[in-house]
């Protein structure tokens, strides 16, 4: 049994997840944290936010995401793949710097026009 | 020229306004921003969570700001960069300064203040301890690593849990940082749960509630230990509680305060309670006119609120300067039990359309609660509340015809357990 508290609203539910009953989620006040429990203990993910280096444009670096939810555990992994990454100014929002991160299907995409 | 608006301050509240003005008829709009570039706060905000209320989607900063610079683009609404705002005034003069024109004064018919607010600093919570380097508000920290790209250190302690402080431990961790401890001195959190959750609990990095930093020491001008002392609940430190981290860097993320001094000297009446200009239900201050919205009225949680109340700001001056100035007697929202502030602090019923949105802030956390709107002593309205909590601002929707009910010139928010 897991405990975690629920951050789908302000409310913050105390929520209790049985790893041992297919994650089954107790403690939630509404279908919405069932969800989140059983995801948030089974398989958590993230989007990650970063910086990659940028050469010729106002600032020296530009703004990246991964265009969808990773697994958490391959945070730092992906981190140490975009030290590698220098782009050159002009770059446009929502352009891909690097796909299929991390054998992820995500792409990490610039959020910025620089 | 005589701008039809002049709107100083290029962020979410300034772009949102604009456009706001533009689509509702205005066609000589002016922003002025004093850095390089429009979107002001959300350009080192790299994180990703906002715009879910206003485009039903998780957008990064730069991309929320993106998706205003594109509408704006799409008007004829000219930006003047890297130019300083000096003084306003009640005849809706701007007085500006930049290196490419020198000194100019602008006139304009409206003026909405968009000048959104800065952090709170060493010096304005008097930490004691050595005066080194090491020692950076969160925001500042932000910008140096995410658009300048300098780390600011290596060993970090922050102080505040407010949601800079959070987003910046997952941050700096994230680029190889080692964040020791975050340290609150309130019994809660001033951050969203969220934040709580994905930039502390996720990386392992403590979280002490009524703790502060009760000394700061350097080495060779840097920073190099901080000591941290648990609080009794008058907030003095206890003895013999005392936690000792070696660390590089303090991050201070302890408040943010509307940056108001070119609305002071206009002679702009002020409220306490926000440290922002007084206004009334359409954001107009007390200098017919001029126009505030977004953080330099009051400190928002969600950039998505700010946009829509600059949009309602925008609407507002569009409606001035077209329609004339707005009368009426006003009422005066006064705040009740438990309640901070409220916003707007005045209301012309007359201006009313079908309702007024009101928000404010709550002193303490609630569970089931209600929301008390009283004129004297009679119930106006209640709202229902599952939670409450200061981090978490309020809005209530207070229909027209509850407000023609008024007899007297004021009346009261309060919250209480229900």
């Not at chain 1, 670096?61 to 030290?83: F, G, H, S, W, Y």
């Not at chain 2, 660390?247 to 922002?276: F, K, Q, Y």
Request: aromatic share 4%.
């Amino acid at each position: 049994m897991k405990e975690l508290v629920c951050i789908v609203c302000p409310k913050g539910c105390r929520l209790h997840v049985d790893e041992e009953n297919d994650y089954a989620v107790t403690g939630n006040s509404c279908p919405r944290g069932a969800v989140y429990g059983h995801n948030e203990i089974k398989n958590p993910t993230r989007v990650l936010t970063s910086t990659v280096r940028l050469e010729g444009g106002l600032y020296p670096r530009c703004p990246v995401k991964t265009d969808k939810a990773v697994p958490k555990k391959l945070l730092m992994d992906i981190m140490q793949e975009l030290n590698h990454v220098s782009l050159h100014a002009p770059v446009e929002a929502g352009q891909v710097v690097l796909a299929n991160i991390c054998g992820t299907d995500a792409n990490v995409v610039v959020t910025k026009n620089l | 020229m005589t701008y039809d608006l002049i709107v100083v301050g290029g962020g979410p509240a300034g772009l949102a306004a604009a456009c706001s003005a533009w689509e509702k008829g205005l066609k000589h709009i002016l922003i002025v921003e004093r850095d390089k570039e429009l979107g002001g706060i959300l350009n080192q905000c790299i994180h990703n969570g906002f715009g879910l209320h206003r485009f039903k989607e998780e957008l990064t900063g730069p991309e929320y700001a993106g998706r205003f610079i594109k509408m704006l683009n799409d008007t004829g609404v000219e930006v003047m960069l890297d130019t300083m705002v000096l003084e306003i005034n009640a005849q809706h003069q701007v007085h500006v300064i930049s290196a490419a024109k020198g000194y100019e004064v602008l006139e304009a018919k409206s003026i909405i203040l968009a000048m959104g607010c800065r952090e709170r600093t060493r010096g304005a919570i008097g930490i004691p301890g050595d005066r080194p380097a090491g020692v950076f508000t969160a925001g500042s920290a932000q910008r140096y690593l995410n658009m300048e790209g300098y780390m600011v250190g290596k060993r970090v302690v922050i102080l505040g849990s407010g949601d800079i402080g959070l987003i910046m431990a997952r941050r700096m961790t994230l680029e190889g940082a080692k964040v020791l401890a975050c340290v609150e001195l309130m019994p809660y959190s001033g951050g969203l749960m969220r934040n709580i959750v994905q930039c502390l609990e996720d990386w392992g990095i403590p979280l002490y509630l009524s703790h502060t930093i009760t000394d700061i020491v350097a080495t060779n001008g840097r920073v190099s230990h901080v000591t941290v002392h648990k609080l009794d609940d008058k907030r003095q430190p206890i003895p013999g509680t005392n936690l000792e981290f070696d660390c590089d860097t303090v991050l201070l993320s302890v408040g943010l305060i509307p940056e108001n001094e070119l609305t002071r000297a206009a002679g702009i009446a002020m409220d306490p309670r926000t440290n922002g200009a007084i206004v009334y239900e359409n954001m107009e201050t007390s200098v017919p006119g001029i126009f505030a919205c977004g953080n330099v009225v009051h400190v928002h949680d969600l950039v998505d609120y700010v946009s829509a109340e600059s949009e309602r700001a925008g609407a507002a001056a569009a409606a001035y300067v077209l329609n004339g100035v707005q009368q009426g007697n006003a009422i005066t929202i006064v705040n009740g039990a438990d309640v901070g502030y409220t916003v707007p602090q005045k209301i012309r019923v007359d201006n009313v359309p079908k309702a007024a949105d009101i928000f404010f802030r709550v002193r303490r956390v609630f569970k089931d609660s209600v929301i008390e709107i009283k004129d004297g002593d009679r119930l106006v309205i209640s709202y229902k509340r599952e939670h409450m909590a200061p981090g978490e601002m309020e809005h209530i929707i207070l229909p027209r015809k509850l407000l023609d009910t008024v007899t007297g010139n004021e009346i009261t928010v309060s919250a209480r357990e229900a």
